[in-house]
Every structure is written in structure tokens, then in C-alpha cells.
């Protein structure tokens, strides 16, 4: 069964440094979502991508945030400049239909 | 802005038990999901519901969609161990594209033997 997968699973990286986490979404689909996960807290949204472009983002993803699709497969988050509260888990998501979202496993983001 | 909630928040039963987690969100939204996840893992999708009086059921799980009293619930039929987990609702705002979905804050189920 297809799956989203991401890499790598945990980054460790110092407060102010530039982080890219990766994602390859199912194959067939078009939709794609990036949310975090604070330890013991509730998901939010980060960010969706549609047709080459942003779709919709939150008040969360603000200018240190950036999104990309490099090629065919990938699906990017960067953060530009890490602050200790963006440490959490990063879920990648993607989606055929733009309604039921299939989550990868999701990668530890934790600063220092 | 929507506002997801879910009660409870912490729920320890039983095996054998049967229990209800509740869901309310403030603002129309024909799309309900509910997503499972254990300690340390991603999300897993259970249901996606997607019109008013929509019932699914999926093993001891069964969850309601009633989008006039912006109410779902999950229903938890003769619980046993391997349904210990964190039960997420969630919902997306029809605009379209691709809507974001707004989570609950989860209901972390322990079910004892």
C-alpha cells in the first residue's frame, strides 16, 4: 500500500540554523499539507500546497517558513532560522481528492 | 476561527466497556474525520465523514456526523487493550482547495485488562 514517507526521522540542529525536512507524498496525488505536532499537544496546521503554489497556510507559517516542491516526487518544509519553540514533530500529509489526508511518519524537529 | 473540541480529554475504562468520545466544532462544515494515533507514531485515518446523519463502523469503532449540531461521536463498543491510544477529531472548512484540517486536542484512551 502506498504511503507518505519523510526524512530524516529526528534532526537535531542548534537555534538559528536553517532546517529542510522532506517529504514524498503518495504518488498519485495532488494535495499536500505540512502540520507540527508539539510534544503531548494537539496537531495544527501549517501550510497546504496545491497546483504549484500555497493554498492555504496558517498564522503559524510565517516568513521563516517556506514550502517547495523541487521535482516530481518531493515535497519540502524549510525553517529559515530555528527557534527553540519550533521543536516538535513534523507530519507531511498528502491527499488525492483534497478531503481525506494520509499522514507520513512524521519527523522530530529538536532544537538547541 | 474554528474551534474543535473534544471530550473527554482523558478516558481510562475497562475492557468490555463501552464508551463515547464527543466531538464539537463551531462553524458549518459537512467534513468530519477522526484520526487515531499512538505514543510516538503518526496519524492513522479511521473515518472520513462527509455528509449530515453519516454513520460508519469499523470493527468495536462507530462514529456520527451530525452536522446540525456540529457534533460527531466515536463510539467504543466492548473495548479491549489494543484500542489504547489518543483519538483525534478533526475538521476542514470547505473552501474549495486544499483546506487545511483544525484538530481537537485528542482523547487519550487507556484501556485496562
Known amino acids: 500500500e502506498p504511503e507518505v514517507t519523510q526524512t530524516p526521522s529526528h534532526q537535531v540542529t542548534q537555534m538559528g540554523q536553517e532546517v529542510i525536512l522532506r517529504c514524498v507524498p503518495i504518488?498519485?496525488?495532488?494535495?499536500f499539507y505540512w502540520y507540527r505536532q508539539i510534544l503531548g499537544q494537539k496537531v495544527e496546521f501549517l501550510v497546504s500546497f496545491y497546483n504549484n503554489e500555497i493554498s492555504e497556510k496558517s498564522e503559524i507559517f510565517d516568513d521563516q517558513f517556506s514550502v517547495e516542491r523541487p521535482d516530481g516526487s518531493n515535497f519540502t518544509l524549510k525553517i529559515r532560522s530555528t527557534k527553540l519553540e519550533d521543536s516538535a514533530m513534523y507530519f507531511c500529509a498528502s491527499s488525492a481528492n483534497a478531503y481525506e489526508q494520509y499522514f507520513g511518519p512524521g519527523t522530530r524537529l529538536t532544537v538547541t | 476561527e474554528l474551534k474543535v473540541e473534544q471530550n473527554p480529554l482523558f478516558l481510562s475504562m475497562q475492557e468490555g466497556k463501552n464508551y463515547t468520545i464527543y466531538c464539537n466544532y463551531s462553524?458549518?462544515?459537512?467534513?468530519l474525520y477522526w484520526y487515531r494515533q499512538d505514543p510516538g507514531k503518526s496519524l492513522e485515518s479511521l473515518f472520513v465523514l462527509l455528509s449530515n446523519g453519516a454513520v460508519k463502523q469499523e470493527g468495536r469503532l462507530m462514529a456520527s456526523l451530525d452536522t446540525k449540531a456540529r457534533l460527531s461521536t466515536l463510539h467504543i463498543t466492548a473495548a479491549v487493550h489494543d484500542l489504547s491510544a489518543t483519538y483525534f477529531c478533526a475538521v476542514d472548512i470547505i473552501g474549495g482547495g486544499a483546506d487545511g484540517l483544525t484538530f481537537g486536542k485528542g482523547t487519550h484512551l487507556i484501556i485496562q485488562p
Open positions: 504518488s498519485n496525488h495532488l494535495y
Open positions: 462553524t458549518t462544515s459537512d467534513r
